[in-house]
């Protein structure tokens, strides 16, 4: 059936039977396919009914749908036309992991973050009513999304003025991690409530059956009443808003009956659906958590097709569980985000000390910054895309007091197949900004573990940054670590390569040829001003490659502060697509053929 599905206009007349074999070789269609490609598994196996009874009671020529993050619109995309594209998913040239206008028609938001879809589909609900014209916008959010604040806000704007639009909550009990929150308790509640539900089905049905409007009254303040002692005032219909569900997201006889009603609705209406993550592959529907995004695996055994070598998220993790022993006052936070950021262990050795706030980065800094004030050491491990998000924070809460928060900077610079929305180029840059902030970023792990315990000491706001993975450099680990110092890796003659992090693993062969000196610049800020000064002195010239944007970056910092021409490779003013980290490098003219000329063109000038 899947074969003779082109675009969402050849759903419109299948039967409910026929759905749910188009489910079926849907999800064994993407199962061959993201085995290959890696990527987003559990979160798109676990919507298919929801993608399928939507394309088949909206119309997408003109109806609008935002999907909150977008990691699960694998399924909306292989229905809108990109199905034979489905095999380059992520990969360099191919179609994005994420909804991306440029790609399709039916694409009508660029996502990759959490929590603004609600926001987004309320814009262009009150524009489409300011335009006085008529279509449908739906958002598909998760419960995990829920728990950001940038959904709280919009849904206390939607609830004000009443604009129509659907909101699809998928409710899997999960974000990346379990869901953690009172709100995702008061969820579980609602969710559990079989007897409630089952009494609100015969209300409705008496409803339906008699059209007296005392019995209409009288059946209706039952139920409220009934939902006042089983569901603890239903949180969407005390916002101002209709509330459906919850509801089998697998049923697709049920969604498509509820859905053709919910479309004569007027106002805003919230549809809960309760999925599993994973649904129809066991090892998904097993390990939700691990099959979330996922690499290259086997489709027969489950098998992942790992790398063995260690990350520095991993190795993050396990250093901070052996420092936490000595310090009882360090605690870890991270936001929704355990596995991915490496505190599994430190989570189940200390339970007490370890905290995640859910999708709520914003949160999180704030919190940090009282848990300092208490007298504990925080370490707060964020991905650096997602800690944009909490740059006033940073700011205000943290910084403007002088505290000693750790912020984790994980994933920092290109993380490849997730691409734009992912990559982390701008932290040097935003980071570099803030005052009383000092921002370190390791070569490779054994830096990594000697930064760690220089923190543990450090009683001021520090930020700790590393790549995805770890790095592959030929030079000796650093030894000691003195306050914004440098370390010179290799001496060398007429041209100082400053690099930091995964920058030092291109400078090697280049720097032997030419017999040129290298820097580790460890500490990006503060900078050594007396390195650069008797380098200055000595009449060198300077090379700096940053796997950041070039505004903003060390290069411009040492260039202004120092008056010095300063050479540079990094990244221009501009986004990244998707693709291997060594093919993104390779567009971007970030690798050693591209240091190699301009050491030959400052020699020539020389």
Excluded at 99 to 113: M, V
Excluded at 275 to 282: E, F, W
Excluded at 457 to 484: R, W
Aim: aromatic letters at 10%; proline letters at 2%.
């Amino acid at each position: 059936m899947l074969d003779k599905i082109n675009n969402p206009s050849d759903i419109k007349t299948l039967s409910n039977e026929k759905l749910q074999n188009l489910a079926n070789e849907i999800r064994s269609f993407l199962v061959e396919n993201v085995s290959v490609t890696g990527g987003h598994l559990a979160s798109n196996l676990g919507i298919v009914e929801v993608t399928l009874a939507l394309l088949k009671n909206f119309d997408f020529e003109n109806d609008k749908i935002i999907f909150d993050v977008g990691h699960q619109s694998y399924i909306y995309k292989i229905l809108t036309g990109r199905k034979d594209n489905l095999s380059t998913i992520r990969t360099y040239g191919g179609i994005s992991g994420f909804p991306r206008r440029k790609e399709s028609k039916y694409d009508f938001f660029d996502s990759g973050h959490a929590s603004n879809s609600i926001s987004a589909a309320l814009g262009m609900a009150r524009a489409r009513d300011l335009d006085k014209k008529d279509y449908n916008i739906i958002s598909i959010i998760g419960d995990g999304s829920l728990t950001g604040g940038m959904s709280f806000e919009a849904l206390n704007d939607v609830g004000y003025r009443k604009s129509k639009m659907l909101i699809i909550f998928n409710d899997n009990g999960m974000a990346i991690s379990n869901n953690v929150g009172s709100l995702s308790k008061y969820f579980n509640n609602i969710r559990v409530n079989t007897f409630y539900n089952k009494l609100k089905k015969r209300a409705h049905y008496k409803l339906d059956k008699h059209h007296s409007k005392k019995l209409t009254k009288i059946i209706r303040n039952i139920k409220n009443s009934i939902r006042g002692i089983f569901v603890p005032s239903t949180y969407f219909e005390n916002l101002g808003l209709k509330y459906v569900g919850p509801v089998d997201g697998h049923n697709i006889s049920k969604l498509n009956k509820i859905i053709k009603k919910i479309k004569l609705m007027d106002g805003p209406v919230v549809l809960h659906v309760k999925t599993i993550k994973g649904y129809g592959y066991s090892y998904a529907e097993d390990k939700p958590n691990l099959y979330h995004g996922v690499g290259k695996f086997e489709v027969a055994s489950g098998e992942l097709l790992k790398n063995k070598k260690s990350t520095y998220s991993e190795e993050f993790g396990l250093e901070l569980t052996k420092l936490a022993r000595k310090n009882k006052k360090i605690v870890a936070i991270t936001a929704a985000m355990m596995e991915g950021t490496g505190l599994t262990k430190f989570a189940s050795t200390y339970p007490d000390r370890f905290f995640d706030v859910g999708i709520a980065e914003e949160h999180a800094i704030t919190f940090a910054s009282g848990l300092a004030l208490a007298g504990y050491k925080p370490y707060v491990a964020i991905y650096s895309s997602f800690l944009q998000r909490s740059f006033d924070q940073i700011i205000e809460d943290v910084c403007m007091q002088d505290l000693p928060v750790t912020i984790m900077v994980d994933r920092s610079g290109l993380v490849g197949e997730d691409g734009r929305t992912h990559h982390g180029i701008l932290d040097t840059s935003f980071l570099s900004l803030i005052p009383n902030l000092a921002i370190m970023q390791p070569k490779c792990i054994e830096d990594l573990r000697l930064m760690l315990n220089y923190s543990v000491q450090y009683n001021h706001p520090l930020a700790i940054k590393y790549n995805k993975g770890t790095s592959n450099h030929n030079f000796k680990p650093l030894t000691n670590i003195e306050y914004g110092k440098w370390e010179i890796v290799r001496k060398g003659k007429k041209i100082a390569i400053i690099a930091y992090g995964r920058m030092l693993d291109i400078v090697s062969n280049v720097a032997n040829k030419y017999n040129l000196c290298v820097i580790n610049a460890y500490f990006i800020k503060p900078i050594d001003d007396d390195l650069i000064n008797k380098f200055k002195k000595d009449n060198y010239k300077f090379i700096v490659l940053e796997e950041q944007e070039l505004n903003g970056s060390l290069a411009s910092v040492i260039s202004l502060k120092h008056k010095v021409n300063v050479e540079t490779i990094g990244i221009d003013d501009k986004y990244i697509s998707h693709g291997t980290v060594e093919q993104l490098f390779d567009k971007i003219k970030i690798n050693e053929n591209e240091l190699e000329k301009l050491v030959n063109k400052l020699l020539k000038n020389d």
